[in-house]
């Protein structure tokens, strides 16, 4: 269970029905260029509602990270943050 206030790992995220979801967000909002990113990561934080935050990397060094934050509200609606 994520605590309140603090972000906590997802496991096996690729499984999670909120973490699909975001997908198809970031899918509809950039393109395919998002199927091309590796998913190193996804947290969550309880908030009035959830954040997500992917990390996603786009060359196999994963040097190059980069992090999106996705709001869920308590109705459901899915909005990307940041």
């Known amino acids: 269970m994520p605590l309140v206030g603090g972000y906590s790992l997802v496991s096996n995220p690729l499984n999670d029905s909120d973490v699909q979801n975001i997908i198809k967000l970031l899918i509809y ?22 954040n997500y935050k992917l990390t996603i990397s786009f060359d196999q060094s994963s040097t190059m990270q980069y992090i999106i934050i996705v709001y869920k509200t308590l109705s459901g609606e899915y909005s990307i943050t940041s």
Request: cysteine-free; proline content about 0%; hydrophobic content about 40%.
């Open 29 to 50: 909002q950039y393109g395919n260029v998002i199927n091309s990113g590796i998913l190193v990561s996804v947290e969550r934080q309880v908030v009035n509602g959830l």
